[in-house]
């Protein structure tokens, strides 16, 4: 421990310097109080209490700034729930007050010296805003694709999971937003925000509409440790006497019965039931066969739901897959490739899009466009200009499929004279005569003119 006046140490014990004889007493409670409130981070830390044990990593360094165990603790834990820039400023700060014998040293290293690591973090901010814009602007279906390629990127990452959860309740989607806000909260239990979410989602649920309990109709009550369920209907059991006597009346009833009644009457039943029968057997085998009927139509009604349902499926699957090849195309075009991006938003069919969809492939569409044949008629002049004829018909012919005014007809003439050089004549002469037609006066017309010739000369 050293003085704050003079910087000299101090010992432990000592409530005045020594040197300057600055009273020391206050100055040692804040440090104390530093320590205690670093100490109380480390506890929560261990629970995985990250947004509490922040929370006092904080308050620790606003008494101590130069508490280096507290300011490598809280990079720890901003590294530890997906928020490595942060934590890569604490530690650098930590280095900067205690150069050596710093475990933060070792930190920044191990991250530093991994490229891969620093692009995967690069990638994962760029990600996470791009996602934030799509919130924004109110493309909910893309921002939950762009967040699982954060999450899948960096699965620590708290606020995504967070994010990820809110555009589930926003689709009223309760069961994935409490998945995601379980990830949270194993990141960090004692989270905020999450817990606020959960609490949201747990009250949404109950006012719900939805049947109680059903009211049981049965009698219980307890008999020692045994529970004994009986129906409210039930009936006292007669004695056993009074049983015997009720089946011998039953018995001797059921006998005279048979003796005067049911014997005479079952041979006129047999004979009748024998011509209903008869009767009943053609009204079934008709009712059989209409009924085989209307099962034959449900059943191509439900084959034709069925393809209708499948053809739904894939038209679905397939609208995913335009919207990744458009978010790829984006990064592309973020990243300068624009020639790239153009070749990838050629394979995208614009009419699974929704509207939202294809206003930006638009947009995309229209920035790539420009940008592409600005590199592709830059290369394909280097390459007329260095002799790789091929090269340059096939970049200036990427120009002309689209627009062959592209720079006034310039690019027109150029790939004429590609062709041209390149030993292409027959095409090279229909190249000359557009020159010829639509921009005529022009010096490059002149020279088409001249061109032209030459070839029909031959």
């Known amino acids: 421990m050293r003085c704050l006046m003079c910087n000299e140490p101090i010992a432990e014990?000592?409530?005045?310097?020594?040197?300057?004889?600055?009273?020391?007493?206050?100055?040692?409670?804040?440090?104390?109080?530093?320590?205690?409130?670093?100490?109380?981070?480390l506890y929560k830390a261990r629970v995985r209490d990250m947004t509490g044990a922040a929370d006092c990593l904080r308050q620790s360094l606003k008494l101590n700034k130069k508490n280096i165990d507290a300011r490598n603790l809280l990079g720890l834990i901003y590294y530890e729930t997906g928020e490595t820039v942060q934590a890569l400023a604490q530690?650098?700060?930590?280095?900067?007050?205690?150069?050596?014998k710093n475990i933060a040293n070792s930190y920044?290293?191990?991250?530093?010296?991994?490229?891969?690591?620093?692009?995967?973090?690069d990638q994962t901010i760029k990600k996470f805003n791009q996602a934030l814009l799509y919130c924004q602007q109110g493309s909910e279906d893309l921002a939950i694709i762009q967040l699982k390629k954060v999450l899948s990127m960096s699965p620590k990452l708290v606020k995504g999971?967070?994010?990820?959860?809110?555009?589930?309740?926003?689709?009223?989607?309760?069961?994935?937003?409490?998945?995601?806000?379980?990830?949270?909260?194993?990141?960090?239990?004692?989270?905020?925000?999450t817990l606020n979410y959960m609490k949201e989602i747990i009250s949404i649920e109950k006012n719900r509409p939805g049947g109680g309990k059903k009211r049981s109709d049965n009698l219980t009550y307890q008999s020692g440790n045994e529970l004994i369920i009986q129906p409210t209907d039930s009936y006292r059991e007669h004695s056993?006497?009074?049983?015997?006597?009720?089946?011998?009346?039953?018995?001797?009833?059921?006998?005279?019965?048979?003796w005067f009644l049911v014997i005479p009457a079952r041979t006129q039943n047999i004979r009748s039931e024998l011509n209903k029968t008869t009767v009943d057997m053609g009204d079934q085998i008709s009712a059989k066969t209409a009924q085989a009927e209307q099962l034959q139509k449900q059943l191509d009604e439900a084959q034709k739901q069925l393809d209708e349902a499948r053809q739904s499926a894939e038209d679905q699957n397939a609208g995913v897959d335009m919207y990744d090849k458009l978010l790829d195309a984006q990064s592309l075009s973020e990243e300068g490739k624009?020639?790239?991006?153009?070749?990838?938003?050629?394979?995208?069919?614009?009419?699974?899009?929704?509207d939202k969809g294809k206003a930006l492939y638009n947009s995309i569409s229209a920035a790539v466009d420009t940008e592409a044949f600005k590199e592709l008629y830059a290369s394909g002049k280097s390459s007329y200009d260095s002799g790789d004829y091929a090269a340059a018909v096939d970049s200036l012919k990427q120009?002309?499929?689209?627009?062959?005014?592209?720079?006034?007809?310039?690019?027109?003439?150029?790939y004429a004279r590609a062709l041209h050089r390149s030993g292409d004549t027959d095409t090279a002469a229909q190249m000359y005569q557009k020159v010829i037609d639509n921009y005529s006066g022009t010096k490059n017309a002149t020279d088409s003119q001249r061109y032209l010739e030459e070839i029909q000369a031959q």
């Open 91 to 100: 530690w650098v700060i930590s280095t900067n007050y205690q150069p050596k």
């Open 399 to 414: 120009i002309i499929d689209v627009d062959d005014t592209y720079d006034n007809g310039g690019a027109l003439y150029l």
């Open 338 to 354: 624009n020639v790239e991006a153009r070749e990838v938003l050629s394979e995208i069919n614009a009419t699974v899009l929704s």
């Open 13 to 41: 014990e000592d409530a005045v310097c020594m040197n300057c004889g600055t009273d020391l007493r206050l100055y040692k409670r804040i440090l104390h109080l530093s320590n205690s409130y670093y100490n109380a981070g």
């Open 240 to 258: 056993a006497f009074y049983t015997v006597i009720n089946i011998f009346i039953g018995l001797a009833v059921g006998v005279a019965l048979m």
């Open 161 to 193: 999971h967070q994010l990820m959860a809110l555009l589930y309740m926003k689709g009223e989607e309760y069961g994935k937003a409490k998945k995601a806000l379980r990830r949270a909260q194993l990141l960090d239990t004692n989270n905020t925000r």
């Open 108 to 121: 920044l290293n191990e991250v530093q010296t991994n490229n891969t690591k620093l692009d995967l973090v």
